[in-house]
């Protein structure tokens, strides 16, 4: 039986069938192989073994940046220094940048503990090459919490924040990217990627002409069509070209530094 569908999601994949029917079939040999234990996942586009945690949405995500190679868009981008990886899960994503650009520094940002946790582990390998954040990106360091309906297992990858309530506890104070850019060290960012689950609507309401014209390439996936009006406002008149890949909007810099 094991063979069986190690041959059959082998033969998927190099067939070219979408990632969506991978996972599936990843995920039945991962029940087969591991039943509730972590396990590490491996790509040629990582340079360390990933770990994944059983049962949760990491082999999505792994299959949606490994195996559909959703930032594919990024490839034409040969020098990038400063990546800023907003809304790092477990750090898949991140690590994906740092394998593919050998020079560049990465700040990983992710406010849920259980997957900063496992962004850690996998982000370790990397050494001074990253930093971690447990944080939200936010326009002012307010105090935030997990939204309701993205709480709970099986929403790992899905995970909002909105603002504090009076007498809330279990807080966490956001960040905003003028601090993390100016904390760095750096001048510039080379590579923004923002996939905050809608958070995008605060984010660029206000406070963006602080560190936006210091962006050479931003990444982002929008949520609905308010996060989407909101933002195509906010990057108006600041020099990009704009253009999508899969689910992401891609904004380029003609004349971008890196």
């Known amino acids: 039986m094991l063979n069986q569908v190690l041959r059959i999601g082998k033969g998927l994949r190099n067939m070219g069938f979408l990632p969506s029917v991978v996972y599936k079939i990843h995920r039945a040999r991962t029940w087969l192989l591991h039943g509730a234990r972590p396990y590490t996942l491996r790509s040629r586009y990582a340079k ?6 059983p049962r949760t949405t990491d082999v999505k995500v792994f299959s949606q940046i490994f195996v559909g190679r959703e930032y594919r868009c990024l490839d034409d981008i040969r020098n990038a220094k400063l990546i800023v990886d907003c809304g790092a899960n477990v750090g898949y994503s991140s690590a994906y940048f740092m394998s593919a650009y050998e020079g560049a520094h990465v700040i990983a940002i992710e406010p849920d503990p259980g997957n900063f946790d496992a962004l ?23 105090d935030l919490v997990f939204a309701e309906d993205t709480r709970g297992e099986g929403r790992e990858w899905a995970r ?30 080379s590579i923004l990627k923002i996939d905050i689950e809608g958070g995008e609507s605060a984010v660029f309401s206000r406070g963006y002409e602080k560190w936006l014209p210091q962006v050479d390439c931003l990444v982002i996936e929008l949520h609905g069509p308010e996060c989407e ?30």
């Open 120 to 142: 850690v582990k996998n982000l370790q390998p990397f050494g001074d090459r990253v930093q971690t954040i447990r944080s939200a990106i936010w326009p002012e360091p307010v």
């Open 48 to 53: 360390y073994p990933l770990y994944c945690r």
């Open 229 to 258: 009006t909101v933002f195509h406002r906010a990057i108006a008149g600041y020099g990009f070209a704009v253009t999508s890949c899969d689910e992401l909007t891609v904004c380029k810099r003609t004349n971008r530094q890196s």
């Open 160 to 189: 909002s924040m909105r603002i504090a309530r009076e007498h809330e506890t279990d807080t966490i104070k956001g960040i905003d990217l003028s601090t993390v850019l100016e904390n760095s060290g750096h001048d510039r960012i």
